[in-house]
Structure formats: C-alpha cells, structure tokens
C-alpha cells in the first residue's frame, strides 16, 4: 500500500462512527390518567378505558379535563439521541372518530 492510498482510507475510517445505523423503537403506553379539575384537586380516571382532555360543558365544576401518559423508557439505551417522534392519537367527539398524528 503507498502513502497516497493510506490517506484516502484514514478519513473514511474516521467516519465510520458517525455512519451507525439507527433503531427504531415503537413504544406504548404503560399508564395513563385523566385529571378533572375541581377545587381540591382530588378526581382523576386511571382505570378508565379512554383518555379526556378539553372543556366539557356537560358537567359544570367539572369542566376541565387534563390527560397525562407515561411511557416506559427503558427500551432506549443510556446515551441514545432521539431524532424523530412519530406519535398519534386517535379524536372522538359524540361517537365520531378522527386519527390525529403529529
């Protein structure tokens, strides 16, 4: 191998890091809650089947909803850089469902 060869190579092997392939993850849900907001701050849905957020005026004192989700994380490794989210939710208003992704 001559000299000339050697330099073309070096700067590609310096590279080859920054050329890692990516994973992909799918990760879902491992908890979730509406919060209701009242005075005291005590009402809340966990073990409910669906998720509420907005105002609802259908139930005066009750009429701000809140939803939270946590997702477990552990799946990522420890110094991993997240470059993309591709999360959804899917909309229902009086029975009329719309798939919402952001």
Do not use: K, W
Request: glycine residues 10%; negative net charge; proline residues 6%.
């Amino acid at each position: 191998m001559n000299v000339r060869s050697t330099l073309v190579i070096v700067p590609f092997l310096m590279l080859a890091p920054a050329l890692a392939l990516a994973n992909s993850i799918d990760l879902t849900p491992s908890h979730d809650n509406t919060l209701f907001e009242i005075p005291d701050g005590s009402l809340s849905n966990g073990a409910g089947e669906q998720l509420y957020v907005g105002l609802s005026h259908l139930a005066p004192g009750f009429a701000l909803r809140r939803a939270l989700v946590q997702f477990d994380l552990s799946a990522i490794p420890g110094g991993s850089t997240i470059t993309n989210d591709n999360g959804g939710v899917i909309y229902s208003d009086s029975g009329n469902a719309i798939s919402v992704y952001g």
